[in-house]
T-cell receptor, first 115, second 115 residues
């Protein structure tokens, strides 16, 4: 099925470890996004890539880096994980609906726990 | 500074009744407004959208109303069903400028529909 695929679905890290969250979309969308969801905080934008070759910081970029590897793939890296980065991470890609609105298609999320 | 606000973190409604979820925004440049629905352990999925040139959009049991002068929109679900129990996110986008295609999300409202 077409959509946004995130790997892994679950991960437990120790404080200070590093890891990369992978995201790929097969809908030929130009823009891709990384969000984190925390209780009571909604969806907060970490980084986004408006087009292949560009990346920009969102609301909460500290402690993260991203790579737009090609049009399909957008990865999120935690260089030195901290307990405050325990969260559910969502990747999304953006397209213009037939109504004219831009909308996101989200992946199913990565649940990350840092101990 | 949040540009999209959902001031009610939760709403509880009896099955068969109307659910009304509210959303306020501050940026008068927003052109489109969307609602996303999120079940536990899944990514958010698109529900319904409305353009700023309209004041109402219907899709089955779901209707979104937009009051531009008040910078307020609402989602009505009639009749509510237990399967509607989910977190609902309000989102907005501006169809121009450097943030073209980027969605700004509220913090979400947990809707619980009880039998």
């Amino acid at each position: 099925n077409a959509g946004v695929t995130q790997t892994p679905k679950f991960q437990v890290l120790k404080t200070g470890q590093s890891m990369t969250l992978q995201c790929a979309q097969d809908m030929n969308h130009n823009s891709m996004y990384w969000y984190r969801q925390d209780p009571g905080m909604g969806l907060r934008l970490i980084y986004y890539s408006a087009s292949e070759g560009t990346t920009d910081k969102g609301e909460v970029p500290n402690g993260y880096n991203v790579s737009r590897l090609n049009k399909r793939e957008f990865s999120l890296r935690l260089e030195s994980a901290a307990p405050s980065q325990t969260s559910v991470y969502f990747c999304a890609s953006s397209n213009r609906f037939g109504t004219g609105a831009y909308g996101y298609t989200f992946g199913s999320g990565t649940r990350l726990t840092v101990v | 500074d949040q540009q999209v606000k959902q001031n009610s973190p939760s709403l509880s409604v009896q099955e068969g009744r109307i659910s009304i979820l509210n959303c306020d925004y501050t940026n008068s440049m927003f052109d489109y407004f969307l609602w996303y629905k999120k079940y536990p352990a899944e990514g958010p999925t698109f529900l319904i959208s409305i353009s700023s040139i309209k004041d109402k959009n219907e899709d089955g049991r779901f209707t979104v109303f937009l009051n531009k002068s008040a910078k307020h929109l609402s989602l009505h679900i009639v009749p509510s069903q237990p399967g509607d129990s989910a977190v609902y996110f309000c989102a907005a986008s501006a169809d121009r400028g450097s943030t073209l295609g980027r969605l700004y999300f509220g913090r979400g409202t947990q809707l619980t529909v009880w039998p």
